[in-house]
C-alpha cells in the first residue's frame, strides 16, 4: 500500500523468509479506487472494470436474482451464490478447473437486499489482490447506496416539481378548492389566503434550475415555486400576500442577467390575470437599471377609466358566458386570458393541455361573444374586458343599468394624456415609426399585409416596431399586454377604427374593422 515500505518481508508456511518487492504502480491501487469514488467519476461499471485490470481477472457483479449489474459473466456454484445472498456466509473461496474464485456478499439498497461480487482469475490471490478485492467490494456497496439514495432524490425533487406545476395549473383555471388541497399534504397553508402576486424570475434556460432553487431558499419554501412549462427561462413564483418582492428584488442584485417582474396583488382565482400581469412588468424591467419592475409602477389605461363604466361594459360584454356552468366559465376566460397574452402553445403548456384544447375553447369564446381575434383591435378590447373582471370580485351590474359603449371607456383628458403621451414618443424618429406601428397594428400585426400596404419590405416593418419598442418600453413583437396597451393608444386618439363586437351584448354598433 501506499503508507508501507516497497520492500515487505514475511514467512512463509514452510518456513522461509521471502521478500516481496512492490513497484509503484502496484503501491497507488487505493488512490486509484478513490480516485473512482469521486462525484465526477462515480461509475459501477467502470469501478468493476477497474478491479479486474488491476488484479488480472475476470470479475462479474450479479443482484440477488442473478441479473448481472456490471463487469462479465462468470460461471459459479449457485448453492453458494443463494448462501451469500440469504447472509448464511459472507464470503466464500474455491478452485475450479484451474480459477481460483472469491465471491463476495455486496449490500445492495432495498429491496435488492444483497448481491454477489464474483472474482475469477488463474493465479493464486495472494494478500494485496485480497485487500484490493475486499476494499473494493465495500467501495461499491457505498457507491450503490449512494446511488439509490441520489435517484431517490432526484425522483422526488421531479416530483415535488410536477406537483407544483400541478398547483399552478389548477390556480390557472380558478380551481382554488383543488390548488389548496393538492398543496395542503407539501406545504400546509400555503394557499390559505385571499390574494396573492405573480413574479415571474428570469435568467437562462442553462442557469434556470440554479434559480429555481435559488427562489426556493429566498422565499424559504412560504411561496409556490415553478419551474415555467412555456418558458425555459422563466421562473414563476406565486407570493402569498406579496411577501416574496423584497427577497427576490435581492435575488436579482446577486446574480447577473436576471430579471423581474411583478403582478399587483390578485385573488388567488385570478392568477392567470396575475400571471399575464407579471411577465408584462418583465419586459419593462429589462429597460430598468434595477432589473426588477412591478405592475403597479406603470400607468396602465384601465386605471384611467371610470370604474364604474368599466364594469358596466365588462359585465355586458361577457354576459354570454354567464350561462355555462362555473367551472366551464372559468375554464374559457382563464384559457382565453392566456390565449390572448401568449402563442396556443405556451399557453397549452402553462394549463398543461394540448395546443388544440386552447384553441378550441378560444374558438366558443369567440363565437359567444360575437368577435373575431384575428383583429388586434378585437384582442385588446376583450383582453381590457378580461383585466377589468378579474377585479370585479362578483359583483355585477344590475338589469335595469344602460348599455356601456367602448366610446364611453375611451374618452376623458386622462387617457388621452396618457395614450397623447405614449404615441408621441415616436414622433421623433424619422423613419415614421408611428405610421408603421399603425398600419402594422391595423394589419393584425402581420409584418407582410402591413409592408403591402406602406409599400415597403415586410424586414423593414419588423425592425421599425422592434425599434418602438424601446421608445415605448413595451414589447410589441410577443403579443400580450403590451402590445393591447399601445392598441388602446391608438383606439383613443382616434387613430384606429373602433372593433367590431356583438351590437347585441357590447351595446355597440356594427363598426369597420381594420385588416
Given amino acids: 500500500m501506499a503508507g508501507r515500505d516497497a520492500e515487505n518481508r514475511h514467512t512463509d508456511v514452510d518456513g522461509k523468509r521471502h ?5 509503484s504502480a502496484e503501491s497507488t491501487w487505493e488512490q486509484e479506487l478513490l480516485d473512482h469514488l469521486r462525484p465526477a467519476a462515480r461509475d459501477v461499471r467502470r469501478i468493476v472494470d477497474w478491479l479486474a485490470a488491476t488484479v488480472d481477472a475476470t470479475v462479474s457483479l450479479r443482484d440477488d436474482t442473478g441479473t448481472p449489474l456490471a463487469g462479465r459473466t462468470v460461471p459459479l456454484d449457485e448453492h453458494l451464490a443463494a448462501d451469500i445472498v440469504a447472509g448464511r456466509i459472507a464470503s466464500a473461496a474455491c478452485e475450479d478447473d484451474g ?3 472469491r465471491l463476495l456478499r455486496v449490500e445492495l439498497p432495498p429491496p435488492a437486499g444483497a448481491g454477489v461480487l464474483t472474482v475469477s482469475r488463474t493465479a493464486p490471490f495472494d494478500r494485496r489482490t485480497s485487500e484490493v478485492v475486499t476494499h473494493t467490494t465495500a467501495a461499491l456497496a457505498l457507491l450503490l447506496c449512494a446511488e439509490r439514495t441520489t435517484a431517490t432524490g432526484q425522483r422526488l425533487a421531479r416530483a415535488t416539481s410536477d406537483l407544483r406545476l400541478a398547483i399552478l395549473q389548477l390556480l390557472m383555471v380558478e380551481d382554488t378548492v383543488a390548488a389548496r388541497r393538492v398543496a395542503a399534504g407539501l406545504w400546509p397553508g400555503l394557499l390559505d389566503t385571499d390574494t396573492a ?32 412549462p412555456a418558458m425555459d427561462a422563466h421562473v414563476i413564483v406565486v407570493a402569498p400576500h406579496d411577501t416574496a418582492g423584497p427577497a427576490l428584488r435581492g435575488l436579482c442584485d446577486r446574480h447577473p442577467d436576471t430579471f423581474l417582474g ?16 407579471a411577465v408584462s412588468a ?13 405592475h ?11 370604474p364604474t363604466v368599466v364594469h358596466a361594459w365588462t359585465t355586458r360584454l361577457l354576459r354570454p358566458l354567464d350561462t ?21 402553445v405556451n399557453a397549452a403548456k402553462v394549463l398543461g393541455v394540448s395546443r388544440n384544447t386552447v384553441r378550441a375553447r378560444m374558438e366558443r369564446v369567440e363565437t359567444l361573444l360575437g368577435t373575431d381575434f384575428a383583429d388586434l383591435t378585437v384582442r385588446a378590447a376583450v383582453h381590457l374586458a378580461l383585466t377589468a373582471q378579474a377585479g370585479l370580485d362578483g359583483r355585477r351590474t344590475g338589469p335595469g343599468t344602460a348599455p356601456v359603449h367602448l366610446d364611453d371607456l375611451l374618452t ?23 405610421r408603421t406601428l399603425r398600419t402594422w397594428i391595423a394589419a393584425g400585426g402581420n409584418a407582410e399585409r402591413a409592408a403591402h400596404l406602406l409599400g415597403v419590405h415586410a424586414q423593414t416593418v419588423r425592425e421599425h416596431v422592434r425599434s418602438a419598442e424601446p421608445v415605448l418600453e413595451r414589447q410589441l413583437l410577443a403579443a400580450g399586454s403590451d402590445l393591447y396597451e399601445v392598441v388602446l393608444a391608438h383606439l383613443i386618439t382616434g387613430d384606429l377604427d373602433r372593433p367590431r363586437l356583438h351590437p347585441a351584448q357590447s351595446g355597440l354598433p356594427d363598426a369597420p374593422v381594420h385588416r
Fill in 197 to 228: 402576486c405573480v413574479y415571474v424570475v428570469e435568467s437562462t434556460p442553462e442557469d434556470r434550475d440554479r434559480l429555481a432553487e435559488a427562489c426556493i431558499a429566498a422565499t424559504r419554501d412560504h411561496a409556490l415555486v415553478v419551474r415555467c
Fill in 282 to 294: 418583465l419586459a419593462v424591467a429589462h429597460f430598468r437599471p434595477g432589473k426588477a419592475a412591478v
Fill in 99 to 101: 480459477r481460483h474464485l
Fill in 296 to 306: 403597479a409602477e406603470r400607468t396602465h389605461p384601465e386605471r384611467l377609466m371610470d
Fill in 262 to 277: 411583478g403582478s399587483l396583488p390578485q385573488g388567488l382565482a385570478h392568477t392567470a390575470t396575475a400571471y399575464g400581469q
Fill in 19 to 23: 521478500t516481496d518487492v512492490t513497484d
Fill in 324 to 344: 355555462l356552468p362555473h367551472h366551464t366559465r372559468a375554464e374559457l376566460l382563464a384559457t382565453t386570458r392566456l390565449g390572448l397574452e401568449f402563442t396556443a
Fill in 412 to 434: 376623458g383628458p386622462a387617457l388621452h394624456s396618457w395614450a397623447g403621451d405614449l404615441l408621441t414618443r415616436l414622433d421623433t424618429d424619422p423613419r415614421d415609426l408611428r
